[in-house]
């Protein structure tokens, strides 16, 4: 069960990357961004960061065979504590931002992403 788990952080990985990757502006206007926000920087950016989800994806994928079942806890915890930074630094950049939070579709975002640290945490040994 934790191997098939540890394989949807690269999953998503994958999908995420490719979809910044080939169509930041989809992305934006899944996330309510006004298209007047939208700058060619931003939207760069936004590739850039498909491609860096590629590369961890393609390093959690190439790292897979080192796994053990003594180890495995460990990577477990691993992925836990990625979705944890992921999860609480865009809690914090929602919070500092001073925009409704209601209305904040990456709050929930972040909020599904402490679901899913939590997940891998309950699910380390």
Known sequence: MQQK???FTPIV???????FFLAPNSYW??????PDLISELASN??????LALLVIAYVL???????SLENISEFM???AIGW???AV?????????????GNNPFFYQALIFLVIAAGFYAKRS
């Open 84 to 86: 944890a930074i992921f």
């Open 61 to 67: 994928v190439a790292t897979r065979k080192y796994i």
């Open 89 to 101: 630094g865009g809690l914090y950049l929602i919070f500092s931002s001073g925009d409704p939070i």
């Open 29 to 34: 206007s899944v996330m309510t961004v006004p």
């Open 13 to 19: 990985g994958v999908i995420y990357g490719l979809w």
């Open 45 to 50: 950016q936004l590739q850039n960061t498909g």
């Open 5 to 7: 788990m540890m394989l």
């Open 77 to 79: 915890m691993i992925h």
